[in-house]
């Protein structure tokens, strides 16, 4: 069965630089949803799409911005990268009230 | 706010055995849904269980069950016949289920480790 695909998979980037992550949910999954997640840590709630509309709203810093094109896709922009934001960037998709399925994650690492 | 709290950082169970898991939390809604999910060392998120808060009974799937007590907000997660592959981080989670695409709300995890 087809699963949630993430790109890139590895992103090395320098600070201040700007880094895109790319999603592709589900075939007919509505939903798309962002997290982050530090080593050791519990993934933490970025933001959600449904309907190509913003859905929630996490702790998603204001240097980050997101959105979900009209193939349903979603893409994470992230700029003036800070050390800190070097983790592990899950994507899972789901259907408006179903279970998310996470894809296999992008994994950011700041220098 | 929604919150999640899984009480137990860590624990061992040996091979064949039962453990459990605990989870609680904090909601003033009365529809949701709850869930577990593995993660194990490749990081790969992994649904294992989902609860819907108007059952009554509670999930199965194979060796893993629930134990949902709604009133006392608890969700339990138990472990039978384990195997070495359930080795793993475990992540309870919560999510609306008034609003499409709401956040799942995850607790800090148990990381459970399986010896022979």
């Known amino acids: 069965a087809a699963g949630v695909i993430q790109s890139p998979r590895h992103l090395i980037k320098e600070k201040r630089e700007t880094a895109t992550l790319k999603c592709y949910p589900i075939?007919?999954?509505?939903?798309v949803y962002w997290y982050q997640q530090g080593p050791g840590q519990d993934p933490q709630f970025l933001i959600s799409?449904?309907?190509?509309?913003?859905?929630d709203k996490g702790s998603i810093p204001d240097r980050f911005s997101a959105q979900q094109f009209s193939d349903y896709h979603s893409e994470l922009n992230m700029s003036s990268l800070e050390l800190g934001d070097s983790a592990l960037y899950f994507c899972?998709?789901?259907?408006?009230?179903?279970?998310?399925?996470f894809g296999e994650g992008s994994r950011l690492t700041v220098l | 706010a929604q919150t999640v709290t899984q009480s137990q950082p860590e624990m061992s169970v040996q091979e064949a055995e039962t453990v459990t898991l605990s989870c609680t939390y904090d909601?003033?809604?009365?529809?949701?849904?709850l869930f577990w999910y593995k993660q194990p060392p490749s990081r790969q998120m992994i649904l294992v269980i989902r609860?819907?808060?108007?059952?009554?009974q509670n999930a199965t799937e194979n060796r893993f069950s629930v134990n949902f007590q709604k009133a006392a907000k608890s969700f339990s997660l138990k472990i039978s016949d384990s195997q070495l592959g359930d080795a793993a981080m475990y992540f309870c989670?919560?999510?609306?289920?008034?609003?499409?695409?709401?956040?799942?709300?995850f607790g800090k995890g148990t990381t459970l480790s399986v010896s022979s």
């Open positions: 899972a998709s789901s259907l408006a009230f179903g279970e998310l399925f």
């Open positions: 075939p007919r999954h509505d939903t």
């Open positions: 799409f449904y309907e190509k509309m913003q859905s």
């Open positions: 909601t003033s809604e009365s529809d949701y849904y």
């Open positions: 609860q819907e808060a108007y059952k009554q």
């Open positions: 989670a919560y999510r609306s289920a008034y609003q499409a695409g709401t956040a799942l709300i």
